[in-house]
């Protein structure tokens, strides 16, 4: 309430320096945020990784294309739908966060608000940082060994893609970069070593790389298949998606490789699970250094929290994801690792609006980790 008042005072104080020449012609401009700066620069970091020409969604690159869907960007920033990212703020520091900051909330707010004034002169042209490898030319470049015939106006769903890494014997990974065939149709991808549990990591239409710190590397065995997990959503003419992955090797893993763990709940009640709520726990026997979650929910999952309980008895909420989104997964990276010491205690807790079937575990938190040597 206090943001939204200061906001208005702001905004107000504003109107009388403005240019009228920077204002849409039948709004007052009451707002010096313009398009040509503030929201040109929002949108290249925070919405055009899927709102440009040959991505998922309608293009917002010139003030063209934004100034319809002006009064639709508030109503979605403000209802927290976009950009996609359902993780609370303060819980947890996320290497691909793509949710908006209060600031840049704000300037969406105002820019709308404020009459969408455009400014002078051109706004910069949008970068496709996402076409790029992103961690430089990486040292083997794969694709599936068949692609992904993606039906028109299909609902988002996964397939299961496998490429066949090729790999005569054991190798250490420090890295990879996805790219779609076609990123009209891709929203997210989860690779994972196939026949086994272990997790690679998470594609999304923002963030295509992962690397691991220095001197942490997957172990690859040889003749490894990798297996990933695309959310597909159709569009209208049915296409084949062929991705490329692109590894990034090294000679050995000095600080340690990188193993999964999985939260799963023990037991559940099945269908009619009381009050909806399940939870799991997962102790940690040696210190390790937590890389990155990927929640998964089924139908009917609301909200996820995963929960640190250090053996001193302290607490801290690794991540709290308060509407979980079926049709918008992601990965979530921590920024630095998270220390776990030897003992700890990792406990996931999950609300359920719709009970889900029994047969499955009604949800589960995937865990990247590696070995953390304690000096003496
Ligand atoms: C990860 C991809 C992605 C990102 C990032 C993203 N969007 Fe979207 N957006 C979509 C898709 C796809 C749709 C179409 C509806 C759907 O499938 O959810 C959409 C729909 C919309 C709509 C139309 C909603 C309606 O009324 O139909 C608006 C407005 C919008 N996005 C604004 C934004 C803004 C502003 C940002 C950045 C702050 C942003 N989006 C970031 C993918 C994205």
Redesign the pocket.
């Known amino acids: 309430m206090k943001q939204a008042v200061a906001t208005l005072v702001m905004c107000v104080a504003a109107a009388w320096t403005l240019d009228p020449r920077s204002a849409y012609s039948h709004n007052p401009t009451t707002t010096t945020v313009l398009f040509n700066r503030e929201i040109t620069s929002?949108?290249q970091r925070?919405?055009l990784?899927?709102?440009a020409d040959g991505k998922?969604?309608m293009p917002?690159v010139t003030y063209g294309d934004a100034r319809p869907?002006a009064e639709?960007?508030k109503e979605?920033?403000l209802a927290r739908r976009?950009?996609?990212w359902p993780a609370e703020r303060g819980y947890g520091a996320f290497s691909n966060d793509?949710g908006?900051t209060p600031r840049e909330f704000e300037f969406?707010v105002s820019w709308v608000d404020g009459g969408v004034p455009q400014g002078q002169g051109d706004a910069p042209e949008f970068i496709d940082h996402g076409a790029h490898w992103m961690l430089g030319p990486p040292d083997v470049v794969l694709t599936p060994t068949s692609g992904a015939i993606v039906e028109a106006g299909s609902a988002p769903a996964f397939k299961r893609l496998i490429i066949d890494t090729g790999l005569t014997r054991e190798t250490w990974v420090r890295g990879f970069d996805f790219k779609p065939g076609d990123a009209r149709v891709t929203r997210a991808a989860f690779l994972s070593v196939a026949g086994t549990d272990r997790y690679l990591g998470g594609w999304?239409?923002?963030r295509s790389s992962t690397e691991l710190p220095e001197g942490v590397a997957f172990r690859m065995p040889s003749r490894a298949r990798i297996a990933v997990d695309v959310q597909y959503?159709g569009i209208t003419e049915t296409v084949t998606d062929i991705p490329r992955l692109g590894l990034y090797v090294v000679s050995s893993a000095s600080a340690g490789a990188v193993s999964t763990s999985v939260l799963r709940p023990a037991t559940f009640d099945g269908p009619g699970i009381s009050g909806g709520r399940v939870t799991a726990e997962l102790r940690i026997p040696a210190s390790r250094a937590l890389v990155s979650i990927r929640p998964e929910m089924q139908r009917g999952g609301r909200s996820l929290e995963l929960k640190l309980v250090r053996p001193d008895g302290s607490r801290e909420v690794l991540l709290w994801v308060k509407n979980f989104r079926q049709?918008?997964q992601t990965p979530y990276v921590f920024r630095q690792p998270v220390t776990l010491p030897a003992g700890s205690l990792l406990q996931a807790t999950a609300y359920f609006d719709v009970a889900p079937a029994s047969a499955i575990a009604p949800f589960t938190v995937t865990l990247n980790h590696y070995p953390t040597t304690t000096r003496k």
């Open positions: 929002l949108l925070k919405c990784q899927c709102h998922l969604a917002l869907w639709a960007i979605e920033a976009m950009p996609p793509i908006l969406l999304t239409p923002w959503s049709d918008w």
